[in-house]
């Protein structure tokens, strides 16, 4: 931070009492020292949060890039080096391609669906005035249900033998196989999974919406008359920030978070359904017992989502206006 | 450019509170009206009714001899100039003074054309690319302005225009707003609760009180003719001192001292004093002095007569004893209804023989 208080310490103090010194914080430039009077501190009061970091989020990822590298045996006996085999044997893999090509078609259609809805709900919602707590707490209330449990709502709607969709569907001539015809599952998991998100990203809109400051929507409401204009023009330009955060945490949602819905209504089929890569991750990983290769797909993933975060950043950010 | 009428306009809103009642106002054509009161008095309620921010409970608004109480905002051809701007923050100044006639259907020479005219009377031409956060204060004001003067309203709306500014900078906006109404000629509604923008900016004054109109007229008028008690403390500062006197066979008396001659009949009466209105002197009535406020071109003598507070201006500058004498010139007094409060109009003359 600051060069200045080995120049403070006079020059023939030996190294002990410097050591002793800087120990008890007396050669810390005064003007910074406001809180801490001893040099390790700060680092004591941040080794928890560190530690966790490291152990939870470090290891695991070198523990990954590690052994995506090795063959190892399914009952744990040994493991072997085979270089970039397994990266080459999930990438030349058709079935691995096929996951991947469906979890971006998810990626973005639950991303649209859960952004779009959500920020008409909250559009709507913000304009209520009679009951408008009501009307929101039941909008957000769907955010408090856990992930596998809405799943499980979702499956007994979704349900062949009592499910309620199953039987609108038949009304209209369809027979919905959820768990079976491939479509009718991906059908299932996205209808889920942007239900689940809606409430989150209504929240966020409507929080976004109620910040637009009320003069500027008065002196919208007198420079143009079509409510949509004003919605496009100036409403939506402010709401860019909260949006943006949005879509960042809607792809990481349907990338990784939507593992449990997936896990209930996939979990015990028959073969063929469709998944994301995070499923295939856990399932060749843990089931198939094939940790090399899980691993190997496990940090292309890393790299694919590290990747689209940096080209958010990089390309959408810059249109965002901060206030 | 338009006559605006108000025809007993009401507010009431929901949960039956009367903002507004019935108020009657005849805007002329390029006349210059200012709404001002305490706050919680109703002419912020209705300006933003003439604006069409809030609906009309009663009564109809006309602009341009076009009844507008069902019409949009946008439909009304008005331009309203708000306390805090509104400008919106993620256009650059061009664009927030363009935005209303771009949706509009104006051409682009069209809107170049009136921006470039509206920047250069404003002094913005070197701010036109810059975003509003870039802006000071009076800058984002000027935008604000802008953004009115391009659109050639029949009528411009100030919502407490200068309040956020500094002292200073309100003083020269004041001019500049009023030096700008007076070349383009517009219908213009002002509500402040600065009673001295209020007297320097108006053609006419609307002075409002509780929701209702206390007095319509020029700023002088108002100030020498003020209807009521209310008008009278309101405007002019140092505020008027109002004091409880009394009418005894045929004379105003105060303190027990004959003031003047009035033929109002006997009872309680308000009097109302105006600070310059009065005079030290020699021989009159009795004041104890409590403070003196010295203003440099004069000084305000704040005491008592008898039990009643009273402001004197004073232009010399000799050391005052604890004790003054006061006189006022007898048809300078002013005389309200000691009940209602309103103004008794009546010939005040000099009584015969001056009280000691």
Sequence with gaps: MTDTPLNMVEADQTLVTRLRAWWSGETANPAKRVQFDRPLTPWLFLLPQLAVVVIFFYWPSVQAVT??????????????????????????????????????????????????????????????????????????????????????????????????????????????????????????????????????????????????????REAALIDAQSGWRRFWDITLPLLAPTAFFLLVINITYTMFDTFPIIDVIVKDKPANNPMTLVYKVYLDGFKGNDIGGSSAQSVILMGVVALLTVLQFRFLERRVHYG | MAELTLKSVGKTYAGGVDAVTDVNIDIKDGEFIVLVGPSGCGKSTLLRMVAGLETVTRGDVHIGGRRVNDLDPAERDIAMVFQNYALYPHMSVRDNMAYG????????????????????????????????????????????????????????????????????????????????????????LYVTHDQLEAMTLADRLVVLNGGRVEQIGAPLEVYRKPASTFVASFIGAPAMSLLDAQIEGGQLLLAGQALAGVGIAPGPVTLGLRAEDLRIVANGLRMRVEYVEELGAQRIVHGMVG?????????????????????????RLHLFDARSGRRMETRLHRVAEPAQ
């Design chain 2, 307 to 331: 039990d009643q507070a009273v402001a004197v201006i004073d232009q010399h500058d000799t050391p005052l004893g604890p004790d003054v004498r006061i006189a006022v010139d007898p048809t």
């Design chain 2, 101 to 188: 006639l771009k949706n509009r259907g104006e051409s682009k020479a069209v809107i170049e054309e009136r921006v470039a005219e509206a920047a250069r009377m404003l002094e913005l031409g070197q701010y036109l690319d810059r975003k509003p956060r870039a802006l000071s204060g009076g800058q984002r004001q000027r935008v604000a302005m802008g953004r009115a003067i391009v659109r050639q309203p029949k009528a411009f709306l100030f919502d407490e225009p200068l309040s956020n500014l500094d002292a200073k900078l309100r003083v020269s906006m004041r001019m500049e707003i009023r030096k700008l109404q007076q070349r383009l000629g517009t219908t213009s």
């Design chain 1, 67 to 216: 052994s995506s590298f090795y063959l190892e045996d399914p009952f744990g006996f040994g493991a072997t080096f085979v270089g970039m085999e397994n990266y080459a044997d999930a990438l030349n893999s058709s079935e691995y391609l096929g996951t991947a090509a469906f979890t971006a078609f998810f990626c973005v259609v639950v991303t649209t669906l859960a952004l779009g809805i959500g920020l008409l709900m909250a559009v709507k919602a913000d304009k209520v005035i009679r009951g408008a707590e009501s009307y929101k707490t039941l909008l957000i209330s769907v955010y408090a249900i856990a992930p596998p449990v809405a799943g499980l709502i979702g499956m007994m709607f979704f349900d062949m033998h009592m499910g309620p969709l199953k039987d609108l569907a038949a009304f209209f001539g369809y027979d919905l196989k959820v768990g079976i015809n491939y479509w009718d599952t991906a059908t299932a998991l996205i209808v889920i999974a942007v239900w689940k998100q809606i409430p989150y990203n209504f929240i966020f809109f409507l929080s976004g919406l109620q910040s637009v400051p009320v003069s500027v």
